[in-house]
């Protein structure tokens, strides 16, 4: 997916080639044997479409935990058993059971290779430019969106990012949804189990990733949505200390999903659901493990509708998380690995802002409707006496004083004040407590839009997901089979080589702007300055990148300041 490379790169990769296949036959190249510590494993060669002489070495369904069924169903992840003989790493594998009907009025252009479910679905995705062990490359390690309750880590490949950069990519399944975040609060069901299947993928890497080419002391996580709010909790968490290295939270942390403080009743309006016992709580899990994925799924959105939030989310487990994210937030209790945090700059533009306010969305909104969403998120951050106090501080910071009564204007506020409240805030919140705590910290807003969204309107700007077509390299992929053709224009690959830089510095040597170490034809990008709590600069991420101070900081204030105040101010007076 980039550049051209210079002669000397051309042969490097030759050689490395030659040292791992020497007298290898073309099919035996083709078709690579890596060793893992369960077993072997045969994978493929993909290119970049504008290198075309330097390959991809791709590995598909490795399992790195046992299949969590059965017994396994609901219970922290077992490590992966060994196999004999050569493991088919060809295809891709299959995905964790969730509803795929939530891709259907997807919009982005990436088309899915196949939509088999199963349970057993823990296995993983490598993309390395080299099979050398002594190549010892920065590891970059994907964990995908989807509102932990839907994705893959294979929706679209890497192997622009791998072959640009390059950097081994790797990408994973986790579980979802009841069957990746059930908790019953006690021993029975402790939850988090999708979060233990990240911290288990991580054990993969440090374990074997060296027999692809990459370097396990030098693990960067990325991820975006849901991605970013998981990596976000491995920055909390016990369990993934020194397991990672460096993290990338893009559009998302923890804040921007709920928190689970009380698991018990959902689980039990599942059981109900499902005709479960709900007397004690090993009965019921005995239960429920015994019901179908596709009964689950069904259930489950039962659940979503009547209660219009995801039901299953992280919570306290004693073990992953011993406390509320934010009383460890709050006193430094924190990673003090290097971090990026950003957003897109118009995050409910499109998709997330059709999704909340239905079909007619894109042709103005009421302010009777507009009020009932403001009151919405007010309630989500406050349901005491002051309710009516934030709702009011909501409206008053985002009414358009020129257009007060313009539909449009009123729909601008709507995706504005979502987009502030469950993404920017949350990032700007977490660079100034990790900055605080001592850790490196650099964010970003990314205004660029990828040229390949016709039917969305203009007014729209960077809308959610946006930038993981730039960071993952798609415009150099080959192009998806879609019903309307997708053609990336030269500024859309400008923007991704720059991004996939960023990101792959970053990974390499902590600072997004030090190219040391990396491909002799990457972009030289602008500096990229470190955000304080003291000089809160951020990088507008663009077709010509550029600083600034201060990232919407009189919206931040109102929902970092303004709005905690007024619930503490309530709960002092009960």
Request: proline share 8%; net charge negative.
């Amino acid at each position: 997916m980039e550049a051209g490379r210079k002669l000397g790169l051309l042969i490097l990769a030759v050689s490395q080639a030659l040292l791992c296949w020497t007298g290898a036959t073309a099919q035996q190249i083709d078709s690579p044997v890596v060793n893992t510590v369960n077993g072997q494993v045969r994978g493929t060669i993909k290119l970049a479409t504008d290198l075309p002489k330097k390959p991809v070495y791709t590995y598909y369904a490795i399992p790195y935990a046992a299949p969590p069924v059965g017994e396994l169903r609901l219970r922290p992840p077992e490590p992966a058993f060994p196999w004999g003989g050569v493991r088919d790493g060809t295809k891709l594998g299959p995905f964790c059971p969730q509803d795929m009907a939530l891709f259907e009025s997807s919009d982005i252009p990436i088309k899915l290779e196949h939509e088999d479910l199963s349970e057993d679905c823990l296995t993983i995705n490598v993309y390395s430019p080299t099979l050398a062990e002594d190549a010892v490359l920065p590891v970059l390690l994907y964990v995908h969106g989807g509102g932990l309750m839907a994705g893959m880590g294979s929706h679209h490949g890497f192997e622009g990012l791998a072959a640009h950069q390059d950097v081994v990519v790797v990408t994973f399944n986790y579980r979802l949804g009841m069957l990746g975040f059930l908790s019953t609060g006690d021993a029975h069901a402790p939850g988090n189990y999708g979060l233990l299947d990240q911290v288990q993928a991580m054990v993969w890497v440090r374990d074997n990733i060296r027999s692809f080419g990459g370097d396990p002391n030098k693990v960067t996580l990325f991820g975006e949505s849901a991605g970013g709010v998981s990596i976000s909790y491995h920055y909390l968490s016990p369990m993934s200390k020194g397991l990672f290295h460096r993290g990338i939270c893009q559009s998302g942390i923890w804040q921007t999903m709920p928190f689970q403080t009380d698991p018990l009743p959902v689980a039990k309006s599942l059981a109900d659901e499902l005709e479960c016992t709900t007397k004690t709580t090993e009965a019921m899990m005995a239960c429920l493990r015994t019901k179908t994925f596709e009964e689950i799924i069904a259930k489950s959105n039962v659940l979503l509708e009547r209660l219009q939030v995801e039901p299953f989310v992280p919570t306290m487990d004693g073990k992953y998380m011993k406390a509320h994210p934010m009383d460890l937030f709050e006193r430094g209790d924190i990673s003090k690995a290097d971090y990026i945090v950003g957003v897109n700059n118009h995050e409910f533009g499109w998709m997330l802002g059709l999704a909340v306010a239905g079909e007619n969305y894109g042709s103005g909104m009421s302010q009777e409707d507009y009020s009932a969403f403001v009151q919405m998120v007010a309630y989500g951050k406050h349901q005491g006496p002051n309710l009516e106090k934030i709702t009011e501080a909501i409206l008053a910071e985002y009414r358009d004083a020129d257009k007060p009564d313009d539909p449009m204007a009123i729909q601008n506020q709507f995706t504005q004040m979502f987009g502030d409240s469950m993404f920017v805030a949350p990032a700007v919140l977490a660079a100034e407590k990790h900055s605080a705590a001592g850790a490196r910290v650099f964010l970003y807003e990314n205004q660029y839009r990828p040229s390949v969204f016709p039917h969305r309107p203009e007014w729209a700007g960077s809308d959610h997901f946006d930038d993981m077509l730039m960071v993952s390299g798609l415009p150099f992929m080959e192009p998806y089979d879609l019903p309307e053709p997708v053609s990336y224009t030269e500024a859309d690959k400008t923007v991704s080589r720059e991004m996939m830089a960023y990101w792959a510095n970053f990974a390499r040597t902590g600072d997004p702007a030090d190219s040391t170490g990396g491909p002799a034809d990457s972009p030289s990008l602008p500096a990229w300055p470190e955000y304080t709590p003291h000089n809160p600069v951020y990088m507008k991420l663009d077709l010509v990148p550029t600083t600034d101070v201060g990232l919407k900081s009189q919206k931040i204030k109102l929902w970092n300041e303004i709005i905690p105040s007024l619930d503490i101010a309530a709960k002092d007076e009960l």
